[in-house]
Protein backbone atom coordinates (compact mmCIF):
# COMPACT_ATOMS: atom_id res chain seq x y z
CA UNK A 1 0.00 0.00 0.00
CA UNK A 2 1.11 3.31 -0.92
CA UNK A 3 0.41 6.85 1.10
CA UNK A 4 -1.34 8.30 -2.08
CA UNK A 5 -3.18 5.48 -3.21
CA UNK A 6 -4.50 3.88 0.06
CA UNK A 7 -5.66 0.36 -1.45
CA UNK A 8 -3.78 -3.08 -2.30
CA UNK A 9 -4.24 -5.33 -5.74
CA UNK A 10 -7.52 -7.74 -4.77
CA UNK A 11 -8.97 -5.08 -2.62
CA UNK A 12 -12.99 -5.58 -2.94
CA UNK A 13 -16.60 -4.56 -2.18
CA UNK A 14 -19.72 -6.12 -3.32
CA UNK A 15 -23.42 -4.81 -3.01
CA UNK A 16 -26.81 -6.17 -3.75
CA UNK A 17 -30.39 -5.08 -4.53
CA UNK A 18 -33.13 -6.61 -5.20
CA UNK A 19 -34.38 -4.27 -8.09
CA UNK A 20 -38.39 -3.12 -7.03
CA UNK A 21 -40.62 -1.14 -9.64
CA UNK A 22 -40.18 1.91 -7.37
CA UNK A 23 -36.30 1.76 -7.82
CA UNK A 24 -37.50 2.06 -11.78
CA UNK A 25 -39.72 4.92 -11.10
CA UNK A 26 -37.97 7.06 -8.68
CA UNK A 27 -34.87 6.65 -10.57
CA UNK A 28 -37.22 8.18 -13.81
CA UNK A 29 -38.38 10.58 -12.09
CA UNK A 30 -35.11 11.82 -10.80
CA UNK A 31 -33.43 11.97 -14.15
CA UNK A 32 -36.80 12.56 -16.67
CA UNK A 33 -36.17 9.45 -18.33
CA UNK A 34 -39.24 7.71 -19.50
CA UNK A 35 -38.17 5.83 -22.06
CA UNK A 36 -41.30 3.26 -22.54
CA UNK A 37 -39.01 0.57 -21.77
CA UNK A 38 -38.58 1.25 -18.42
CA UNK A 39 -42.21 2.82 -17.28
CA UNK A 40 -44.81 1.46 -20.08
CA UNK A 41 -45.69 -2.53 -18.71
CA UNK A 42 -47.85 -2.79 -22.28
CA UNK A 43 -45.35 -1.34 -24.58
CA UNK A 44 -42.80 -4.06 -22.77
CA UNK A 45 -45.43 -6.87 -23.44
CA UNK A 46 -44.82 -7.26 -26.95
CA UNK A 47 -41.11 -6.60 -26.73
CA UNK A 48 -38.52 -9.69 -26.24
CA UNK A 49 -38.74 -9.26 -22.73
CA UNK A 50 -42.55 -8.87 -22.09
CA UNK A 51 -41.60 -6.91 -19.53
CA UNK A 52 -40.38 -3.64 -18.24
CA UNK A 53 -36.52 -3.07 -17.85
CA UNK A 54 -34.66 -1.29 -15.21
CA UNK A 55 -32.27 1.83 -17.14
CA UNK A 56 -28.92 1.09 -17.60
CA UNK A 57 -27.73 4.15 -15.82
CA UNK A 58 -29.39 2.84 -12.79
CA UNK A 59 -26.98 -0.50 -13.10
CA UNK A 60 -24.05 2.69 -13.04
CA UNK A 61 -25.41 3.96 -10.02
CA UNK A 62 -25.05 0.69 -8.06
CA UNK A 63 -21.70 0.29 -9.63
CA UNK A 64 -20.72 4.01 -7.97
CA UNK A 65 -22.49 2.23 -5.00
CA UNK A 66 -19.91 -0.84 -4.65
CA UNK A 67 -16.92 1.82 -5.59
CA UNK A 68 -18.40 4.23 -2.90
CA UNK A 69 -18.22 1.05 0.06
CA UNK A 70 -14.57 0.24 -0.43
CA UNK A 71 -13.71 4.59 -0.45
CA UNK A 72 -15.76 4.75 2.93
CA UNK A 73 -13.50 1.91 4.51
CA UNK A 74 -10.54 3.94 3.21
CA UNK A 75 -11.40 7.09 4.15
CA UNK A 76 -11.86 5.65 7.57
CA UNK A 77 -8.28 4.40 8.03
CA UNK A 78 -6.32 7.33 6.19
CA UNK A 79 -8.26 10.92 7.12
CA UNK A 80 -5.50 12.53 5.06
CA UNK A 81 -7.20 11.46 1.89
CA UNK A 82 -10.39 12.17 -0.40
CA UNK A 83 -11.14 9.48 -2.84
CA UNK A 84 -13.20 11.00 -5.65
CA UNK A 85 -14.21 8.61 -8.91
CA UNK A 86 -12.89 10.62 -12.17
CA UNK A 87 -14.76 7.99 -14.80
CA UNK A 88 -15.54 4.66 -15.80
CA UNK A 89 -14.77 3.13 -18.96
CA UNK A 90 -15.64 0.41 -20.61
CA UNK A 91 -19.48 -0.10 -19.49
CA UNK A 92 -21.38 -2.25 -21.01
CA UNK A 93 -24.83 -3.85 -20.61
CA UNK A 94 -24.87 -7.25 -21.33
CA UNK A 95 -28.38 -8.08 -20.41
CA UNK A 96 -31.30 -6.84 -19.31
CA UNK A 97 -32.33 -6.49 -15.19
CA UNK A 98 -35.81 -6.69 -14.46
CA UNK A 99 -37.91 -5.77 -11.41
CA UNK A 100 -37.65 -8.37 -8.91
CA UNK A 101 -33.97 -9.45 -10.24
CA UNK A 102 -31.16 -9.53 -7.14
CA UNK A 103 -28.58 -7.91 -8.53
CA UNK A 104 -24.98 -8.34 -7.42
CA UNK A 105 -21.78 -5.93 -8.16
CA UNK A 106 -18.37 -6.65 -7.42
CA UNK A 107 -15.77 -4.08 -6.93
CA UNK A 108 -12.27 -5.14 -7.07
CA UNK A 109 -8.87 -3.06 -7.82
CA UNK A 110 -6.81 -4.07 -10.24
CA UNK A 111 -4.76 -1.54 -10.96
CA UNK A 112 -2.31 0.67 -8.76
CA UNK A 113 -0.69 4.29 -10.51
CA UNK A 114 0.89 5.70 -7.71
CA UNK A 115 2.78 8.86 -9.69
CA UNK A 116 -0.85 9.87 -10.37
CA UNK A 117 -2.74 8.75 -7.28
CA UNK A 118 -5.12 6.52 -9.19
CA UNK A 119 -6.65 3.11 -8.99
CA UNK A 120 -8.08 1.07 -11.10
CA UNK A 121 -11.05 -1.40 -10.59
CA UNK A 122 -12.79 -4.02 -12.35
CA UNK A 123 -16.81 -4.31 -12.07
CA UNK A 124 -19.14 -6.80 -12.53
CA UNK A 125 -22.04 -7.43 -12.18
CA UNK A 126 -24.26 -10.41 -11.97
CA UNK A 127 -28.13 -11.36 -11.26
CA UNK A 128 -29.69 -14.06 -9.15
CA UNK A 129 -28.87 -16.91 -11.66
CA UNK A 130 -25.34 -15.93 -11.93
CA UNK A 131 -25.74 -14.28 -14.88
CA UNK A 132 -23.38 -11.41 -15.99
CA UNK A 133 -25.80 -8.85 -16.79
CA UNK A 134 -22.79 -5.58 -16.88
CA UNK A 135 -19.34 -4.48 -16.64
CA UNK A 136 -17.57 -1.58 -16.07
CA UNK A 137 -13.91 -0.62 -15.07
CA UNK A 138 -13.73 2.57 -12.59
CA UNK A 139 -11.00 4.75 -12.34
CA UNK A 140 -10.73 6.63 -8.40
CA UNK A 141 -8.16 9.58 -7.78
CA UNK A 142 -7.07 9.66 -4.16
CA UNK A 143 -6.38 13.67 -3.38
CA UNK A 144 -4.43 14.46 -0.66
CA UNK A 145 -6.00 17.01 2.42
CA UNK A 146 -4.41 20.44 2.20
Do not use: C
Amino acid sequence: MNQSVPVRLGDTSKFEKTISEGDIYGFAGITGDFAPPHVNEEFMKSSKFGQRVAHGALLVGFMSTASALLATRVIELSPGLTPMSIGYDRVRFIAPVMIGDTISISYEITEIDAPRSRSKANLLATNQKGDIIGSAQHIMKWLANP
